[in-house]
């Protein structure tokens, strides 16, 4: 944690900065009027937020208990599914209808179906452990959502010929929903399956069960380029089967003069470092960069017994486009170009919430193309 000294040598960085508050995971700088863009996503390796507003808070720190109570959790080291599903399980038995967890590394928020029940803050602790703990009580769960057909902007022209090559970051359509409207997402990577086929990721409620067809919208109608054959009932991976005259390349749309970039691996949480730079190029909004901001668990009912949907959390604001909702499927990669998870929606904060791909490696896929040195392994999990 930075202290009251560093704080003030960092505000000094930026010209008209009239406070710098530091809130856990990130630097607040607070502004009269906005300096010139572009800003900075991050300050001494913190993630940054610029603004006006002399209170906002960038990420919400959630309503905390008083209670002396404790609460144990599995603890597997600093960044484990298991601790962070030990807490869900801990407050599903204390009777929270839990929609989520969100382990930012300092600290949990968890978010809450329902309003906050009386005595709320006599029941629960402020702290597990070392972390801080928040909650959120929403009466509508965050759904992940696609869009209507929507055509490439001018920042990442979609001019590849898609009859014959798909690759990371294509603009996929589904078939008409039972509205009769078609949505948008956007083309994950290809993986191999145990039995040798090549598939290609994609977002699951991108594609409705009226129809499996995933079309490219530059060419439709009229031509298909896969079928979705496999939902997870966990999460929202999808994987699609592409025409038998398609084939795939895992090289990512580049950044203008930029060299080609060929994701290489997948990689799973204990690999990773909190605030790792991550990127991410879609046909809406080009190539922006961001920062790995932690994990997240949504606990549900599947094949009857308690599951686990595991997720990650990016950012990539502080003065970037907000990313749009059809970004989904879209595969976000770290600087060693290996994948660390799929986009499934943004919220009004521009916090990005996105599903690992460690359940298809669990069910013995792998990358397509990649050899096993420096892609997924079984500790990762």
């Not at 749309?253 to 997948?266: H, T, Y």
């Amino acid at each position: 944690m930075p202290t009251s000294e560093q704080l003030s040598i960092l505000s000094r960085l930026f010209a008209g900065c009239v406070r710098l508050d530091y809130l856990p995971p990130m630097m607040v700088f607070r502004f009269k009027v906005l300096p010139a863009k572009p800003w900075p996503l991050t300050v001494a390796r913190i993630p940054a937020f610029f603004t006006t507003d002399g209170e906002h808070h960038p990420i919400d720190f959630g309503e905390m208990g008083h209670s002396k109570d404790v609460i144990k959790i599995l603890v597997e080291g600093p960044s484990g599914w298991r601790s962070i599903e030990s807490l869900a399980e801990e407050l599903i038995a204390r009777g929270f209808d839990v929609a989520r967890v969100e382990w930012f590394g300092v600290r949990f928020l968890v978010h809450v179906r329902g309003l906050m029940p009386a005595q709320f803050r006599s029941k629960v602790p402020m702290r597990v452990g070392e972390l801080g703990l928040g909650f959120v009580f929403e009466t509508v769960d965050r759904n992940p959502h696609a869009l209507q057909l929507k055509m490439p902007t001018e920042i990442d022209i979609d001019d590849t010929d898609y009859k014959k090559v798909m690759r990371p970051g294509v603009l996929l359509m589904s078939g008409p929903n039972e509205q009769g409207l078609t949505l948008s997402t956007t083309s994950g990577v290809c993986v191999n399956a145990p039995n040798g086929d090549k598939l290609m990721t994609c977002a699951g409620h991108g594609f409705p069960a009226t129809s499996d067809l995933v079309y490219h919208p530059t060419n439709a109608p009229g031509h298909q380029v896969g079928s979705v054959v496999w939902k997870s009932a966990v999460s929202d991976l999808a994987l699609v089967k592409l025409s038998d005259t398609i084939t795939y390349s895992q090289e990512t749309f580049s950044p203008a003069l930029g060299e080609a970039i060929v994701l290489r691996g997948i990689k799973g949480l204990g690999k990773m470092n909190l605030f790792d730079t991550v990127n991410l190029n879609t046909p809406y909004n080009g190539h922006v960069c961001g920062s790995f901001m932690g994990a997240t668990v949504d606990p549900l009912i599947a094949d009857g017994e308690l599951r686990f949907a595991r997720g990650k959390m990016t950012y990539f604001g502080n003065g970037n486009e907000r990313l749009r909702d059809g970004c989904c499927g879209a595969v976000i990669w770290d600087d060693d170009l290996d994948v660390i998870s799929s986009f499934q929606f943004v919220d009004d904060k521009n916090m990005t919430y996105s599903t690992v791909l460690e359940e298809l490696t669990v069910l013995g896929y792998t990358l397509s193309g990649i050899q096993p040195i420096g892609s997924f392994r079984d500790d990762d999990v």
